[in-house]
């Protein structure tokens, strides 16, 4: 009841907001783990279209340059996916300023009959790891600050916490305040 109350008063003072944790990882330096979680590759979108990918359906259309797909395998079933963007395709998710050789991690997506098994964290690991092919030193992502599972993920993975971000749109402004809070 209060938690409900206490976020109701929030939207009618400040309008829509956000609380996220921004992580970072040196992709040089992410550990390299025998995870029998399975096994990271890159992938394309004819593997994301495909029938046994239907967990991936809000990631169909997502293309071009600038953008990287890496899926997790388990036994030849397609496990997870996550997506990362470098350049000018990371504009649309400017949460953190990028410089040249850095990338933003965007979606991970497990299975639902796969989740709670490693999946995520195998994921995220290993697909960074193999971002260093792409030119890639350095990556981020942001993570909802009540999003246990996935906090647990990064905080397994390698990744450090290096900010909480908190945006505000009080009387509905064009463009949100940002408050960025770093480690």
Known sequence: MFKTFSRTLLRLFLGDYSAYYVYK?????????DDTSGTVKAI?????????AAFARDLHGWSG???FFFGCFQHDI???ICV???GSRNTQQDFWPLKEGEAT???VITRPDMQNRGVGRTLIRESGR????EGVRTVYARVWHSNVPSLHAFDHSGWTRVALM????????KKPFRLRLRR
């Open 65 to 67: 340059p600038g953008l």
């Open 166 to 173: 908190v945006e505000v749109n009080p009387f509905r402004l």
């Open 105 to 107: 991690l965007l979606q």
């Open 78 to 80: 397609l496990a997870g």
């Open 44 to 52: 394309d979108d004819a593997v994301i279209r495909a029938d046994h």
């Open 84 to 86: 990362y963007a470098s």
């Open 25 to 33: 990882a040196d992709t040089s330096r992410l550990p390299s783990v």
């Open 130 to 133: 193999l971002m260093m092919n």
